[in-house]
């Protein structure tokens, strides 16, 4: 803590950096470690595996497919209304969620900060009407008693609702298939996206015990992390810099199929990577990752303060961290983030990486658009990001999956390992069941059904004729046939 200050203080006095921007120094094997220059010298360090399969199985075709059908509509009073028009889509994320069981419904929110705004309430589609008529015609009651009065405001609210034109609307109809994917299948990629202050070996334990099974994994250290480079320049942080990059290694590794699964900020890149190539995108798995709201950065920031300072105050933010990040805070906690490198940025990088959240379309509407199976993993002791807020991206996405663990704080990936590696593998595995059609039935079966019984009426009315005609028999053995009386009538 000393040294820290003592250093932040020669740095103050010499107008200089407390940090020298520099590639962190890594004891790690080069084997599975690329260094790829995603610019002129902005170089990233990407940990790539392609494990030795045994046997490679091809993908058989077969899954699910989800009719991703809805309707975004925003209004110019920043109200969001989000009408979901598929069966089968609408039916699976309720059941998961909420248990209901309406096909088709309503959500209305309002685009406010998640943090303040309550969670959005989804309305079924038959009582939406009702719910537009008591917002807009509130007078309707009173016309059954005073038909003056109804007279009266039934014209001024006409033009009301005439004017609540919206600002935009987007309508999403798409066919979606889903299949399961397997460590075996050569088209299937992972991509692993770290958060603010981490780098690639937060995700060890996911790293090893994907690529055991097969799976080809993908994992870079974000500019100024681990052991990328790190530039001196602020614009070199900021949200726009670092997506252009993620989508460089993207366009590197990506296979037919890839599942992207990120962390914190992290899932901000992924989310920006969905949008951008949807058909490439199988799934996405968002870990901690907050509410569906567009990034801009805090004003009354402790990170606004000078480079100087923070590295002054670098041991108490280190605390701060690991007070906040994990569920208990002992020596184990403390060796994992000594470990996996977390937390382990100059103060330069941690203040440009904090300044430079900006980006503003990534707001409700943007995450509405998504099709994209997706599931969310939440740590219930998690102190950064709120659990109302991970409620609120699931409502908002249109195929979404939250899991909610009670043992895990942010760094829930470090902290319970097995829980969230058996969570994941589940949903690579996982595929929407396929009914299948009801069997149409033709409309001549019921008439070919009664010619049938109409037909056989003659043939019984011949078993009940011929015991009567074979009654009488001789003892000669001739046989004298008797007319049936019946038969005369």
């Not at 974000?222 to 052991?227: F, N």
């Not at 280190?318 to 994992?336: D, M, N, Y």
């Not at 996405?397 to 942010?410: C, M, N, P, T, W």
């Not at 011929?466 to 046989?479: K, V, W």
């Amino acid at each position: 803590m000393l040294t820290s200050f003592v250093e932040g203080l020669l740095c103050c006095l010499a107008s200089k950096s407390a940090n020298v921007v520099v590639p962190v120094e890594t004891s790690e094997p080069a084997d599975g470690y690329e260094f790829v220059e995603v610019k002129p010298g902005r170089v990233l360090r990407v940990r790539h595996i392609i494990p030795d399969r045994p046997v490679l199985e091809e993908p058989t075709g077969q899954g699910g497919s989800v009719s991703c059908k809805r309707k975004i509509t925003v209004y110019r009073n920043g109200q969001l209304f989000i009408e979901n028009l598929g069966d089968r889509a609408s039916t699976e994320v309720k059941n998961c969620q909420n248990g209901e069981s309406e096909p088709n419904s309503t959500v209305e929110v309002e685009l406010t900060d998640s943090g303040n705004s309550p969670l959005p309430v989804r309305i079924p589609e038959g009582r939406s009407d009702s719910v537009t008529a008591g917002n807009n015609g509130a007078s309707e009651t009173g016309a059954a008693g005073n038909a003056n009065a109804a007279g009266q405001t039934e014209p001024s609210q006409q033009p009301r609702k005439r004017r609540r034109k919206p600002k935009r609307s987007v309508v999403i109809d798409c066919e979606r298939k889903i299949s399961a994917c397997k460590g075996t299948h050569p088209d299937v990629a992972l991509f692993f996206i770290h958060g603010v202050g981490g780098s690639l070996d937060i995700w060890g334990s996911q790293l090893d015990f994907f690529s055991r099974l097969g799976y080809e994994v993908i994992a870079p250290d974000l500019a100024g992390h681990g052991a990328s480079t790190a530039p001196q320049i602020a614009a070199a942080y900021t949200f726009y810099a670092l997506a252009e990059d993620m989508r460089l290694i993207f366009k590197r590794y990506a296979r037919k199929r890839n599942i992207l699964i990120g962390h914190s900020y992290g899932v901000s890149f992924c989310t920006f990577l969905a949008h951008e190539y949807p058909e490439q995108i199988h799934k996405m798995v968002m870990i901690n990752g907050g509410g569906p709201t567009a990034l801009e950065p805090s004003l009354c920031s402790i990170f606004n303060l000078p480079t100087c300072v923070l590295h002054c105050l670098s041991p108490l933010l280190a605390w701060s961290f690991l007070k906040a990040g994990f569920a208990r805070q002992g020596a184990k906690e403390k060796q994992l983030l000594k470990e996996n490198n977390a937390f382990n940025v100059s103060s330069f990088v941690l203040r440009a990486m904090m300044s430079g959240q900006y980006w503003p379309e990534g707001d409700e509407v943007y995450h509405a658009e998504l099709t994209v199976p997706t599931l969310l993993v939440h740590g219930m002791h998690d102190k950064f990001v709120p659990v109302e807020e991970d409620q609120r991206m699931a409502e908002i996405l249109l195929l979404a999956f939250l899991k909610v663990l009670e043992d895990g704080s942010h760094m829930i990936m470090m902290e319970c390992p097995e829980a969230v590696n058996t969570l994941l593998h589940e949903f690579f595995l996982w595929e929407p069941v396929t009914h299948a059609p009801p069997k149409k039935e033709s409309k001549a079966r019921p008439e070919t059904a009664k010619a049938q019984t109409d037909n056989t009426k003659p043939m019984s009315d011949l078993a009940k004729v011929r015991p009567a005609t074979a009654r009488q028999t001789s003892s000669n053995g001739r046989t004298e046939e008797k007319p049936d009386s019946k038969s005369k009538k």
